[in-house]
């Protein structure tokens, strides 16, 4: 009888771990049915306007190339990333932000932002951190990178 209440509560334990396992694969399950490809990246499949996602970053891969990072870097940084798109012109005014542990970035409609996100994004993905002061932006060239697309 001294076995039944702790094998009651590993049984417990177990199916609740189970439930979690489970609820997480449907979650995952869910995200991957509202995205779709744009390029080397994901955009949501309610998203009106992939032609100008596309065009922006199609834009930003070429700006990057002014950087000290590889080519190959870039894109495999970028492949797979979810791009989501700030409901309102208020996130034009915002740098945007980059959810390294979402592999997701999100900018306003304008997508002013995109080229200085991707540019977070790569350097999480080459060098294992994100460089939030930008104190090394001038000499690898993601200020010049960042300058030329919004340029254009």
Same mark, same amino acid.
């Given at each position: 009888?001294?076995?039944? +209440?702790?094998?009651?509560?590993?049984?417990?334990?177990?199916?609740?771990?189970?439930?979690?396992?489970?609820?997480?694969?449907?979650?995952?399950? $869910?995200?991957?049915?509202?995205? /779709?490809?744009?390029?080397?990246?994901?955009?949501?499949?309610?998203?009106?306007?992939?032609?100008?996602?596309?065009?922006?970053? /199609?834009?930003?891969?070429?700006?990057?190339?002014?950087?000290?990072?590889?080519?190959?870097?870039?894109?495999?940084?970028?492949?797979?990333?979810? +791009?989501?798109?700030?409901?309102?012109?208020?996130?034009?005014?915002?740098?945007?932000?980059?959810?390294?542990? /979402?592999?997701?970035?999100?900018?306003?409609?304008?997508? &002013?932002?995109?080229?200085?996100?991707?540019?977070?994004?790569? /350097?999480?993905?080459?060098?294992?951190?994100?460089?939030? &002061?930008?104190?090394?932006?001038?000499?690898?060239?993601?200020? &010049? &990178?960042?300058?030329?697309?919004?340029? $254009?």
């Amino acid at each position: 009888m001294s076995w039944l +209440v702790p094998g009651l509560v590993s049984l417990a334990i177990l199916l609740g771990g189970a439930a979690t396992i489970i609820r997480w694969r449907l979650n995952v399950a $869910k995200l991957r049915a509202e995205w /779709e490809p744009c390029g080397p990246v994901l955009v949501k499949k309610t998203l009106a306007d992939k032609a100008k996602v596309l065009a922006a970053t /199609e834009r930003a891969i070429t700006a990057l190339r002014l950087t000290t990072w590889s080519a190959q870097g870039v894109l495999a940084a970028l492949q797979g990333l979810h +791009v989501d798109i700030g409901p309102t012109e208020e996130w034009d005014g915002v740098a945007g932000q980059f959810f390294p542990d /979402e592999q997701r970035v999100l900018v306003g409609p304008g997508l &002013a932002a995109l080229c200085h996100e991707f540019g977070h994004v790569v /350097e999480f993905h080459i060098m294992g951190q994100i460089d939030y &002061a930008h104190a090394g932006w001038a000499t690898n060239g993601m200020m &010049a &990178a960042q300058a030329e697309y919004t340029a $254009k």
